[in-house]
């Protein structure tokens, strides 16, 4: 490889044997264990993850990626690759090695005639929904604007579009890939296709994506949304309604749900739908989740997009401790409704949830053999999730999260989202993949034999 001309700003003493100035040669910026900026540099979005990388490497393009890799490579040193780090694991740090960090690779560029974009993996999601709604285009895009949109895409990738235009990763058209090896590959339809198949949903096993290729659709820049907020006394009748409604919903449909707790303590349950489409359809097509019931809040209007998008980020800001365990259900029948009442009601504080996103539609109509993300039969995640600050709650607040997730295991499909995956070992890995997993150990044979991207969901190869 061509010698490159060190313009890392280095911070603090290095190691030796880290010594980036003879050793690691980046235009991007080195940071070291030890060094000013270490603490704040090794942060990730769950403050409880609490991990010391021996060095992160800010990469500020695909050649420093190389470089990255190729280091890491002839030291052994474990590896964590990061580019949002909304891993609710943590999984892109690491103690002891090397997080070679994305996030200042954020380019994009959108052809708003073929409706594409090509974005660099720094971007997170709102920077990418920005870009794209300059031209009232948008792909599926998640649903916390400080996401990556690297690890999102890479896992499967759920959001409001889903429905109507399938998962973040049905939308891939093209990715720039560095290997293990240290080589550069454009994946495509054309070029590479196996590899990316095995990027649309089979996680970070691969390589480290450098850039994803998009294709986009044009919805405008405001969507119909209605949402209700129904007292706990209510939540039954509205979780059937709920249940019934969504399974039967059309394509444009996206409709949410969550037990919540206000300030005050009291319990409810949040019913939150937009429409993929014009006001006066979504009007009509929402209109029945605020005529059920009595609920003491409702809203239906035209709200833009964006800020539909960034509409959770209160909920899930940066540095608070979190944790949880999902599933997926194909209805809310009589007996989950009855687990998820009565576990959350035992919720440990006011910021605990219980989740119900909603999936189905085009994502179902996608078949299973045509991306690693096997799930297609579901209409629901469910999962609780647990948000705390104190370290002490640690113990009291995982243990609601698996408790009500227990609870609830026996009117689950068996299957689980790879992104919404914690450290659960290589059997739930097995139940995000399905029937899909042994050709992933395959392209995991062929493409990172030595298992070098180990650091994620995991695929363990057998060569």
């Given at each position: 490889?061509?010698?490159?001309?060190?313009?890392?700003?280095?911070?603090?003493?290095?190691?030796?044997e880290?010594?980036?100035?003879?050793q690691?040669?980046?235009?991007?910026?080195?940071?070291?264990?030890?060094?000013?900026?270490?603490?704040?540099?090794?942060?990730?979005?769950?403050g409880?993850?609490?991990?010391?990388?021996?060095?992160?490497?800010?990469?500020?393009?695909?050649?420093?990626?190389?470089?990255?890799?190729?280091?890491?490579?002839?030291?052994?040193?474990?590896?964590?690759?990061?580019?949002?780090?909304?891993?609710?694991?943590?999984?892109?740090?690491?103690?002891?090695?090397m997080?070679?960090?994305?996030?200042?690779?954020?380019?994009?560029?959108?052809?708003?005639?073929?409706?594409?974009?090509?974005?660099?993996?720094?971007l997170?999601?709102?920077?990418?929904?920005?870009?794209?709604?300059a031209?009232?285009?948008?792909?599926?895009?998640?649903?916390?604007?400080?996401?990556?949109?690297?690890?999102?895409?890479?896992?499967?990738?759920?959001?409001k579009?889903?429905?109507?235009?399938?998962?973040?990763?049905?939308?891939?058209?093209?990715?720039?890939?560095?290997?293990?090896?240290?080589?550069?590959l454009?994946?495509?339809?054309?070029?590479?296709?196996?590899?990316?198949?095995?990027?649309?949903?089979?996680?970070g096993n691969?390589?480290?994506?450098?850039?994803?290729?998009?294709?986009?659709?044009?919805?405008?820049?405001?969507?119909?949304?209605?949402?209700?907020?129904?007292?706990?006394?209510?939540?039954?009748?509205?979780?059937?309604f709920y249940?019934?409604?969504?399974?039967?919903?059309?394509?444009?449909?996206?409709?949410?749900?969550?037990?919540?707790?206000?300030?005050?303590?009291?319990?409810?349950?949040?019913?939150?739908?937009?429409?993929?489409?014009s006001?006066?359809?979504?009007?009509?097509?929402?209109?029945?989740?605020?005529?059920?019931?009595?609920?003491?809040?409702?809203?239906?209007?035209?709200?833009?997009?964006?800020?539909?998008?960034?509409?959770?980020?209160?909920?899930?800001?940066?540095?608070?401790?979190?944790?949880?365990?999902?599933?997926?259900?194909?209805?809310?029948?009589?007996?989950?409704?009855?687990?998820?009442?009565?576990?959350?009601?035992?919720?440990?504080?006011?910021?605990?949830?219980?989740?119900?996103?909603?999936?189905?539609?085009?994502?179902?109509?996608?078949?299973?053999s045509?991306?690693?993300?096997?799930?297609?039969?579901?209409?629901?995640?469910?999962?609780?999730?647990?948000i705390?600050?104190?370290?002490?709650?640690?113990?009291?607040?995982?243990r609601?999260?698996?408790?009500l997730?227990s609870?609830?295991?026996?009117?689950?499909?068996?299957?689980?989202?790879?992104?919404?995956?914690?450290?659960?070992?290589?059997?739930?890995?097995?139940?995000?993949?399905?029937?899909?997993?042994?050709?992933?150990?395959?392209?995991?044979?062929?493409?990172?034999?030595?298992?070098?991207?180990?650091?994620?969901?995991?695929?363990?190869?057998?060569?």
């Amino acid at each position: 490889m061509e010698q490159r001309q060190a313009n890392n700003e280095v911070m603090g003493e290095p190691h030796s044997e880290l010594r980036p100035s003879s050793q690691l040669r980046l235009k991007g910026q080195v940071v070291l264990d030890g060094s000013a900026g270490y603490d704040e540099a090794r942060k990730v979005w769950n403050g409880a993850v609490d991990r010391r990388p021996a060095m992160i490497a800010y990469c500020a393009d695909t050649r420093d990626v190389v470089e990255a890799v190729t280091f890491a490579r002839s030291r052994t040193f474990p590896v964590a690759v990061r580019s949002g780090g909304h891993n609710v694991a943590g999984l892109s740090v690491c103690d002891g090695g090397m997080v070679i960090d994305l996030s200042r690779m954020k380019r994009i560029d959108v052809d708003p005639v073929r409706r594409t974009a090509r974005a660099e993996a720094g971007l997170d999601l709102g920077e990418f929904d920005r870009a794209t709604q300059a031209h009232g285009l948008a792909t599926t895009m998640g649903v916390n604007s400080d996401t990556g949109i690297a690890g999102l895409t890479l896992g499967g990738g759920f959001g409001k579009l889903g429905r109507k235009y399938g998962l973040t990763c049905d939308n891939l058209i093209a990715a720039e890939v560095v290997t293990a090896e240290g080589r550069v590959l454009r994946a495509s339809a054309t070029e590479h296709p196996d590899l990316l198949w095995g990027l649309r949903g089979g996680g970070g096993n691969f390589g480290i994506v450098t850039a994803f290729e998009y294709q986009l659709h044009a919805i405008g820049t405001s969507l119909p949304v209605a949402s209700t907020l129904y007292p706990y006394d209510q939540a039954r009748e509205a979780m059937q309604f709920y249940d019934e409604f969504a399974r039967n919903a059309a394509d444009e449909v996206n409709v949410d749900a969550a037990l919540v707790t206000l300030p005050s303590g009291d319990r409810f349950f949040n019913i939150s739908g937009c429409y993929v489409g014009s006001h006066h359809d979504g009007e009509r097509a929402l209109s029945p989740i605020v005529k059920f019931g009595s609920p003491v809040e409702t809203r239906l209007a035209t709200v833009p997009y964006l800020e539909i998008q960034s509409g959770g980020d209160a909920l899930f800001p940066r540095g608070r401790r979190y944790y949880w365990k999902a599933q997926f259900l194909r209805e809310i029948g009589a007996g989950a409704i009855d687990a998820l009442l009565d576990a959350y009601a035992r919720a440990p504080n006011t910021s605990s949830l219980l989740v119900l996103q909603h999936v189905g539609g085009a994502i179902a109509r996608v078949p299973v053999s045509s991306s690693p993300y096997a799930n297609r039969d579901a209409a629901f995640d469910c999962f609780p999730v647990a948000i705390w600050d104190d370290p002490a709650g640690d113990e009291a607040n995982m243990r609601w999260a698996r408790e009500l997730w227990s609870a609830v295991r026996p009117y689950s499909t068996g299957g689980v989202y790879a992104n919404n995956l914690g450290d659960e070992g290589e059997d739930r890995v097995r139940d995000a993949y399905g029937e899909n997993y042994a050709r992933l150990v395959a392209l995991k044979n062929k493409y990172d034999p030595t298992n070098f991207f180990r650091l994620n969901q995991n695929i363990k190869p057998t060569t």
